[in-house]
């Protein structure tokens, strides 16, 4: 069992930046994969980043030169760093990982960017 605790999130203006922080516990030394989610009003989930336990990332287009996600292994704690935010990236984000074949999911932290 792993268990994630987002932290982060917040009201931003657009054009700046906040750093969200998951921080994962338990059976971590199993986890392959970290990223980040997230759900819009009256939108589906969608990935915005991941990175494997390497150095291997993955955005969406959405969200490429923007944002940058990188994982503390010492720490079990991964990063989402948002710069030049724009009211589209308003969401509930959602930090998850991948151990021994199984998601896990975080409880959510939410983001709002106003414009």
């Known amino acids: 069992q792993v268990q994630l605790v987002e932290s982060g999130g917040g009201l931003v203006q657009a054009g700046g930046s906040l750093r969200l922080s998951c921080a994962a516990s338990?059976?971590?030394?199993?986890?392959?994969?970290m990223g980040w989610y997230r759900q819009g009003p009256g939108k589906q989930r969608e990935l915005v980043a991941s990175?494997?336990?390497?150095?291997?990332?993955n955005y969406a287009d959405s969200v490429k030169g923007r944002f940058t996600i990188s994982r503390d292994g010492a720490k079990n704690t991964v990063y989402l760093q948002m710069n030049s935010l724009k009211p589209e990236d308003t969401a509930v984000y959602y930090c998850?990982?991948?151990?021994?074949?199984?998601?896990?999911w975080g409880q959510g932290t939410q983001v709002t960017v106003s414009s």
């Open positions: 998850t990982c991948t151990s021994w074949g199984s998601d896990y």
């Open positions: 990175i494997l336990s390497g150095t291997s990332t």
């Open positions: 338990g059976t971590i030394f199993s986890i392959s994969r």
